[in-house]
């Protein structure tokens, strides 16, 4: 039953977070299928500041480009939705809301400036529209915010977390612990981005295509990693690639330990994140290995079975201090 009601959870924040984007897409066809006999071919789609158009699409593949920007952003939200689970679920929703309100308003002004131009060079966006389509924003936003309800709230980490028991290693001995991580958002973002890509390069160019393509099986190829402690340190890297490696000498270890990161509150992100006094791979929320490097920061990487690797990390570190073998 728990994992029914879980699973139901999950599809109804999935269609949540996407639906905004369906409306804005809905509105955005019917827009464009009424007014597209006064169309120009092609469409001015690039204003200056002044209001003026200065690029322009052709009118044949305007509405793939246009839907392409609004569906790409309704997977990338559906993929951290999904993955992230209910944690900042209002903030999530309002961002997603508010965007697709502010794309959608945009597209449709676009079309109705160009239908009521009757010429490409004639058209032109006015700042009340950009004003518009900001006030559309905050409201979907809000929508968003109200829609989702509370989120769970994140799990208080300790200031000081005390430092992981170091292992019993015997003289001469050699250990090695290893473990992959990987981030659901990510690989499934990275999936449906190549996905969207594919599906778009017949219609609206392989240019736009390949960026997406590209840039999806990028997001998939770094979306798990591989994290190993052993006699040369603390060591992470891509789990489908040998490369690019990130390495922690034992050198630099002071101890460390093991307790739940948040990323956005700690790190400001997911992925390779730097702040001061602390750096790491972040993939996702929960378990990490925080080591306490000679510096004074902290490298921080989200992995399961943490108080593992931090007690032999340290163990390690502390032989290597002493000149053990």
């Given at each position: 039953?728990?994992?029914?009601?879980s699973?139901?959870?999950?599809?109804?924040?999935?269609?949540?977070?996407?639906?905004?984007?369906?409306?804005?897409?809905?509105?955005?066809?019917?827009?464009?299928?009424?007014?597209?006999?006064?169309?120009?071919?092609?469409?001015?789609?690039?204003?200056?500041?002044?209001?003026?158009?200065?690029?322009?699409?052709?009118?044949?593949?305007?509405?793939?480009?246009?839907?392409?920007?609004?569906?790409?952003?309704?997977?990338l939200?559906?993929?951290?939705?999904?993955?992230?689970?209910?944690?900042?679920?209002?903030?999530?929703?309002?961002?997603?809301?508010?965007?697709?309100?502010?794309?959608?308003?945009l597209?449709?002004?676009?079309?109705?400036?160009?239908?009521?131009?009757?010429?490409?060079?004639?058209?032109?966006?006015?700042?009340?529209?950009?004003?518009?389509a900001?006030?559309?924003?905050?409201?979907?936003?809000?929508?968003?915010?109200?829609?989702?309800?509370?989120?769970?709230?994140?799990?208080?980490?300790?200031?000081?977390?005390?430092?992981?028991?170091?292992?019993?290693?015997?003289?001469?001995e050699?250990?090695?612990?290893?473990?992959?991580?990987?981030?659901?958002?990510?690989?499934f973002?990275?999936?449906?981005?190549?996905?969207?890509?594919?599906?778009?390069?017949?219609?609206?160019?392989?240019?736009?295509?390949?960026?997406?393509?590209?840039?999806?099986?990028?997001?998939?190829?770094?979306?798990?990693?591989?994290?190993?402690?052993?006699?040369?340190?603390?060591?992470?890297?891509?789990?489908?690639?040998?490369?690019?490696?990130?390495?922690?000498?034992?050198?630099?270890?002071?101890?460390?330990?093991?307790?739940?990161?948040?990323?956005?509150?700690?790190?400001?992100?997911?992925?390779?994140?730097?702040?001061?006094?602390?750096?790491?791979?972040?993939?996702?929320?929960?378990?990490?290995?925080?080591?306490?490097?000679?510096?004074?920061?902290?490298?921080?990487?989200?992995?399961?079975?943490?108080a593992?690797?931090?007690?032999?990390?340290?163990?390690?570190?502390?032989?290597?201090?002493?000149?053990?073998?």
């Amino acid at each position: 039953m728990n994992v029914l009601l879980s699973i139901a959870k999950e599809r109804r924040r999935l269609l949540l977070v996407v639906l905004p984007y369906l409306l804005a897409c809905a509105a955005f066809l019917t827009v464009f299928l009424a007014r597209h006999d006064h169309l120009p071919d092609p469409l001015a789609t690039h204003f200056s500041g002044a209001g003026r158009a200065d690029g322009y699409t052709a009118l044949g593949s305007f509405p793939y480009a246009a839907l392409a920007l609004l569906l790409v952003p309704a997977v990338l939200f559906g993929a951290v939705a999904y993955g992230f689970g209910s944690r900042r679920a209002r903030a999530l929703h309002a961002l997603a809301y508010g965007l697709a309100g502010f794309l959608g308003c945009l597209l449709c002004a676009l079309v109705l400036d160009n239908a009521r131009a009757g010429s490409a060079h004639d058209a032109r966006l006015a700042l009340w529209q950009l004003a518009v389509a900001l006030a559309a924003a905050a409201a979907a936003g809000g929508l968003g915010w109200l829609l989702a309800g509370p989120g769970t709230p994140p799990a208080r980490t300790p200031a000081e977390p005390p430092t992981a028991p170091p292992l019993a290693l015997r003289a001469g001995e050699t250990v090695t612990w290893t473990r992959a991580v990987g981030s659901r958002p990510l690989r499934f973002g990275g999936l449906a981005l190549a996905l969207t890509g594919a599906a778009l390069g017949p219609f609206a160019g392989w240019g736009l295509a390949a960026g997406l393509l590209a840039g999806g099986l990028l997001t998939a190829a770094f979306s798990g990693a591989r994290v190993t402690v052993d006699r040369h340190g603390l060591s992470v890297a891509p789990s489908w690639l040998p490369h690019p490696r990130l390495r922690i000498p034992l050198d630099r270890v002071e101890t460390a330990t093991s307790r739940p990161v948040d990323p956005l509150a700690e790190l400001g992100g997911w992925g390779y994140r730097v702040v001061p006094g602390r750096s790491g791979i972040v993939l996702r929320s929960g378990e990490a290995v925080v080591a306490r490097l000679t510096n004074g920061s902290e490298f921080v990487v989200t992995v399961d079975d943490a108080a593992t690797a931090a007690a032999l990390l340290t163990a390690l570190a502390a032989r290597a201090r002493t000149g053990g073998a």
